[in-house]
């Protein structure tokens, strides 16, 4: 009796307890949404070397493609060369179809960019880097290096000549002037000349030096050799400045020119 009655309690409890709730059903996950459209540029040639001769004025000219390969509408194309700095050589932008146009997807545009020298000397510069853009976050970068050939060397062409005429002295001041044929052949016959800036004070020749192999009018220079002028600054004032440009011309196009600063003193 007592049992059955023990039974009957402990089912009478387990119909009053209440089941455990099931969990809620997961949520749905959403899909990935794609990101929105955006512009994307690239370069071709991403890289590049360029080169210039001082003495002949030819240089390369190199060719770039810029391509929107992304799948908006770019902003305005600009070209910003001003990673690519250097004391030898200066660069620009020859031609241009790409400056200020919009890329739709997949549309290109051309653009041509040409090394200049800015000093008669051998040299490399880079690599380094100039950067097309296409608005905020749009940009490709292009590597580039340049050298400059020139088959006249001469020293005042990277740092001018400073010359002073003391009134002690006469008035005037001498320094030498050298010049090398850097190439593999003859250069000339080569003319001289040197031409003061306006507005300075004093006169200046062109003379024989006093040593070494001195340079003259019409000479056709050997390959590999050198020869030099005395310049010779005139001041009798002791006295303000002049800054003069030596040219070197020859029948066969070579060119190349240096610089003096000559200052007076009493």
């Given at each position: 009796m007592?049992?059955?009655?023990?039974?009957?309690?402990?089912?009478?409890?387990?119909?009053?307890?209440?089941?455990?709730?099931?969990?809620?059903?997961?949520?749905?996950?959403?899909?990935?949404?794609?990101?929105?459209?955006?512009?994307h540029?690239?370069?071709?040639?991403?890289?590049?070397?360029?080169?210039?001769?001082?003495?002949?004025?030819?240089?390369?000219?190199?060719?770039?493609?810029?391509?929107?390969?992304?799948?908006?509408?770019?902003?305005?194309?600009?070209?910003?060369?001003?990673?690519?700095?250097?004391?030898?050589?200066?660069?620009q932008?020859?031609?241009?179809?790409?400056?200020?146009?919009?890329?739709?997807?997949?549309?290109?545009?051309?653009?041509?960019?040409?090394?200049?020298?800015?000093?008669?000397?051998?040299?490399?510069?880079?690599?380094?880097?100039?950067?097309?853009?296409?608005?905020?976050?749009?940009?490709?970068?292009?590597?580039?290096?340049?050298?400059?050939?020139?088959?006249?060397?001469?020293?005042?062409?990277?740092?001018?000549?400073?010359v002073?005429?003391?009134?002690?002295?006469?008035?005037?001041?001498?320094?030498?002037?050298?010049?090398?044929?850097?190439?593999?052949?003859?250069?000339?016959?080569?003319?001289f000349?040197?031409?003061?800036?306006?507005?300075?004070?004093?006169?200046?020749?062109?003379?024989?030096?006093?040593?070494?192999?001195?340079?003259?009018?019409?000479?056709?220079?050997?390959?590999?050799?050198?020869?030099?002028?005395?310049?010779?600054?005139?001041?009798?004032?002791?006295?303000?400045?002049?800054?003069?440009?030596?040219?070197?011309?020859g029948?066969?196009?070579?060119?190349?020119?240096?610089?003096?600063f000559?200052?007076?003193?009493?």
């Amino acid at each position: 009796m007592l049992a059955s009655a023990l039974v009957l309690g402990v089912g009478v409890l387990a119909a009053c307890t209440p089941k455990p709730a099931s969990p809620p059903p997961p949520a749905p996950i959403a899909p990935p949404q794609p990101p929105p459209p955006s512009a994307h540029l690239s370069v071709s040639p991403a890289s590049a070397t360029l080169a210039t001769e001082a003495t002949y004025g030819t240089r390369d000219t190199g060719d770039f493609t810029v391509t929107n390969d992304g799948n908006a509408t770019s902003g305005p194309v600009a070209i910003d060369l001003s990673g690519l700095t250097g004391a030898f050589l200066g660069w620009q932008v020859s031609f241009d179809l790409c400056t200020g146009r919009t890329l739709a997807p997949s549309a290109t545009c051309f653009f041509e960019v040409e090394p200049h020298a800015l000093e008669y000397t051998t040299a490399t510069t880079g690599p380094a880097n100039f950067m097309v853009t296409a608005g905020a976050g749009v940009s490709a970068n292009v590597s580039m290096t340049g050298t400059l050939t020139s088959d006249l060397l001469v020293d005042a062409s990277s740092s001018p000549l400073f010359v002073a005429a003391s009134t002690l002295a006469g008035g005037t001041g001498t320094a030498s002037f050298n010049m090398t044929n850097d190439s593999s052949h003859p250069i000339g016959p080569l003319d001289f000349g040197v031409t003061p800036n306006s507005g300075g004070v004093g006169t200046w020749a062109l003379a024989a030096p006093s040593s070494g192999t001195a340079c003259t009018a019409r000479m056709t220079l050997a390959a590999g050799a050198s020869c030099s002028w005395a310049l010779t600054y005139t001041n009798n004032t002791g006295a303000g400045t002049s800054v003069a440009v030596v040219s070197i011309d020859g029948d066969d196009g070579s060119h190349a020119t240096g610089a003096a600063f000559g200052v007076g003193t009493p």
